[in-house]
T-cell receptor
Framework: GIQVEQSPPDLILQEGANSTLRCNFS?????LQWFHQNPWGQLINLFY???GTKQNGRLSATTVATERYSLLYISSSQTTDSGVYFC???????????FGTGTRLKVLA | EPEVTQTPSHQVTQMGQEVILRCVPI?????FYWYRQILGQKVEFLVS????????KSEIFDDQFSVERPDGSNFTLKIRSTKLEDSAMYFC?????????????FGPGTRLTVL
């Protein structure tokens, strides 16, 4: 089945710094979502981005489907950005999402 | 903005007991899902549900599990005879429309602790 890998696994930033999180997937996909899991365990949908670039405030995401990767950019990070960031893609011909292993981000004040 | 809701937020149960986790998907959505996340691990798909029947299930979703849409709004996951290893966060999700690739919206999760 499709493999989804994320890097880096862990990231520590000072407040105000920028970062780039990466999601690689092993097969072509027609959908990709980025999620933020906050310290309370809730999964917050950030982007639905099968291709192209989207921006939402300090966050933006780019998916290059032909090269099988997606990037999540966080600018001017804040302590509330801390948590785990997951990307997820559907397996071909199914409804189920395969989640990546996540990037654990800690933003220090 | 419409959202998926789940109850309870935390459920503690004794091993061997049955639990029912409840979800209210977004009202005009047609596809419903359950995922689970064991502490410290990634999120895993359990089951998808469409048109009042299971459309796909993972190998985790064995006879211990069942899903139901008892009325027009609720979507439930029943776990019979819970085991210690069922302790996890359980997420419900829903998506709308006819396109399989629609955005899946996740609920806040139910943390299940089996003692």
């Amino acid at each position: 089945g499709i493999q989804v890998e994320q890097s880096p696994p862990d990231l520590i930033l000072q407040e105000g710094a920028n970062s780039t999180l990466r999601c690689n997937f092993s097969d072509s996909v027609n959908n990709l979502q980025w999620f933020h899991q906050n310290p309370w365990g809730q999964l917050i949908n950030l982007f639905y981005i099968p291709s192209g670039t989207k921006q939402n405030g300090r966050l933006s995401a780019t998916t290059v489907a032909t090269e099988r990767y997606s990037l999540l950019y966080i600018s001017s990070s804040q302590t509330t950005d801390s948590g785990v960031y997951f990307c997820a893609v559907p397996t071909s011909g199914t409804y189920k999402y395969i989640f990546g292993t996540g990037t654990r981000l800690k933003v220090l004040a | 903005e419409p959202e998926v809701t789940q109850t309870p937020s935390h459920q503690v149960t004794q091993m061997g007991q049955e639990v029912i986790l409840r979800c209210v998907p977004i009202s005009n959505h047609l596809y419903f899902y359950w995922y689970r996340q064991i502490l410290g691990q990634k999120v895993e798909f359990l089951v998808s549900f469409y048109n009042n029947e299971i459309s796909e299930k993972s190998e985790i979703f064995d006879d211990q599990f069942s899903v139901e849409r008892p009325d027009g709004s609720n979507f439930t996951l029943k776990i019979r005879s819970t085991k210690l290893e069922d302790s996890a966060m359980y997420f419900c999700a829903s998506s709308g429309g006819l396109a399989r690739t629609d955005t899946q919206y996740f609920g806040p999760g139910t943390r299940l602790t089996v003692l």
